[in-house]
């Protein structure tokens, strides 16, 4: 990757997921923890609930993500819009590019011969169990990265293309008559070498997101069987309920394309943790194959083999398992059939004694 690709319009953008019920969030203003849900006028559900909560929660406690009224959550959307984000993200690249285009006056095979937008997203789950997705937004050259993109070509109008794919795009679950977008929350910064967002900070929020995976909803780290006794499993209600959702829906033919029961251990989500467009930088096959050269000790650029200089030195430590003696049993039983008297080292050693 040049280094010039960092002076390329690049913005950082969080989607998030809609609303599927109330649940206990931890609010902060200007460093101060606020109340969960403090509502002077809240109505009880008709499971009995009240639908507020004053507790200012901390940032270990357990009730996190858990809805206020469980009776209340909707599960099956839950599950459903993890289980259909990745087409939702598919369907938001293609209409970011095609607004893009619009707003400067050209086509999309036009754009393509101009300019590059390239990607590279990770997703992040929710304490309430549904994914975000988290996407850096570059504007490249017709070359990929190592070309600069056009004067015309930037962040603002990146960031207008974004907003507008994010409102507009949605996916269908035609089986059940329903229909699932970006939740209203949208975050668009812009990524600078000094300003409030910088590169290194990016880096810092993806490895954040990179360790922390679906256990953080309660849920296991393993598949779940459909013969599991899911009341049996040691997780939160939360969890076991949205599994519990995954593994009704999954027996549904018509959602079998969705492999709900697969991926119920991940509340439905099966997509990868990261992705990115193909030539947004080097390739995963690239690394591998630079590994396995350094392990083979040649160089990537010659194929020679790599020299050590000439105070260098090697510790070679091999081990190799070669056997062990016979046992005493195995030593009688050796003497009897060769004929030859058999010596007990035990006695032997005494008689030196």
């Given at each position: 990757?040049?280094?010039?690709?960092?002076?390329?319009?690049?913005?950082?953008?969080?989607?998030?997921?809609?609303?599927?019920?109330?649940?206990?969030?931890?609010?902060?203003?200007?460093?101060?923890?606020?109340?969960?849900?403090?509502?002077?006028?809240?109505?009880?559900?008709?499971?009995?609930?009240?639908?507020?909560?004053?507790?200012?929660?901390?940032?270990?406690?357990?009730?996190?993500?858990?809805?206020?009224?469980?009776?209340?959550?909707?599960?099956?959307?839950?599950?459903?819009?993890?289980?259909?984000?990745?087409?939702?993200?598919?369907?938001?690249?293609?209409?970011?590019?095609?607004?893009?285009?619009?707003?400067?006056?050209?086509?999309?095979?036009?754009?393509?011969?101009?300019?590059?937008?390239?990607?590279?997203?990770?997703?992040?789950?929710?304490?309430?169990?549904?994914?975000?997705?988290?996407?850096?937004?570059?504007?490249?050259?017709?070359?990929?990265?190592?070309?600069?993109?056009?004067?015309?070509?930037?962040?603002?109008?990146?960031?207008?293309?974004?907003?507008?794919?994010?409102?507009?795009?949605?996916?269908?679950?035609?089986?059940?008559?329903?229909?699932?977008?970006?939740?209203?929350?949208?975050?668009?910064?812009?990524?600078?070498?000094?300003?409030?967002?910088?590169?290194?900070?990016?880096?810092?929020?993806?490895?954040?997101?990179?360790?922390?995976?679906?256990?953080?909803?309660?849920?296991?780290?393993?598949?779940?069987?459909?013969?599991?006794?899911?009341?049996?499993?040691?997780?939160?209600?939360?969890?076991?309920?949205?599994?519990?959702?995954?593994?009704?829906?999954?027996?549904?033919?018509?959602?079998?394309?969705?492999?709900?029961?697969?991926?119920?251990?991940?509340?439905?989500?099966?997509?990868?943790?990261?992705?990115?467009?193909?030539?947004?930088s080097t390739t995963l096959g690239a690394l591998r194959a630079?590994?396995?050269?350094?392990?083979?000790?040649?160089?990537?650029?010659?194929?020679?083999?790599?020299?050590?200089?000439?105070?260098?030195?090697?510790?070679?430590?091999?081990?190799?398992?070669?056997?062990?003696?016979?046992?005493?049993?195995?030593?009688?039983?050796?003497?009897?059939?060769?004929?030859?008297?058999?010596?007990?080292?035990?006695?032997?050693?005494?008689?030196?004694?």
């Amino acid at each position: 990757m040049p280094e010039t690709v960092s002076s390329h319009p690049c913005l950082f953008v969080t989607l998030t997921a809609p609303s599927f019920g109330a649940v206990h969030v931890r609010r902060e203003k200007n460093g101060k923890v606020l109340p969960c849900h403090a509502r002077r006028d809240a109505h009880t559900c008709p499971h009995g609930h009240v639908m507020s909560c004053t507790d200012r929660h901390s940032t270990d406690d357990p009730r996190l993500g858990e809805p206020l009224c469980p009776d209340c959550y909707d599960y099956d959307g839950s599950v459903l819009f993890n289980a259909t984000s990745s087409e939702l993200w598919r369907r938001f690249t293609l209409a970011l590019r095609r607004r893009f285009a619009r707003l400067h006056g050209l086509t999309v095979k036009a754009l393509h011969e101009q300019v590059m937008v390239s990607f590279a997203k990770v997703a992040e789950y929710q304490r309430r169990g549904v994914v975000h997705f988290h996407a850096v937004i570059r504007l490249d050259g017709p070359d990929g990265p190592a070309s600069p993109p056009p004067a015309w070509a930037d962040a603002d109008t990146l960031a207008l293309a974004v907003q507008h794919a994010a409102a507009v795009v949605t996916t269908e679950v035609k089986a059940l008559n329903r229909t699932f977008r970006w939740g209203t929350q949208l975050d668009v910064r812009r990524i600078t070498l000094d300003g409030d967002l910088t590169d290194q900070a990016v880096a810092a929020y993806i490895a954040k997101y990179a360790t922390k995976a679906a256990e953080c909803v309660g849920t296991l780290d393993r598949r779940i069987q459909p013969l599991d006794n899911l009341d049996a499993l040691p997780i939160r209600d939360h969890a076991r309920r949205l599994i519990a959702a995954c593994m009704r829906l999954g027996d549904d033919p018509d959602l079998a394309d969705l492999r709900l029961t697969q991926w119920a251990h991940m509340l439905g989500f099966r997509g990868h943790f990261s992705t990115k467009s193909r030539r947004y930088s080097t390739t995963l096959g690239a690394l591998r194959a630079a590994r396995e050269e350094h392990m083979r000790g040649t160089d990537i650029a010659t194929g020679r083999l790599l020299l050590f200089e000439e105070d260098t030195v090697l510790v070679v430590a091999h081990w190799q398992y070669a056997g062990q003696g016979l046992s005493l049993g195995e030593q009688m039983l050796a003497s009897a059939l060769t004929g030859t008297p058999f010596i007990n080292p035990a006695r032997s050693e005494a008689s030196h004694e």
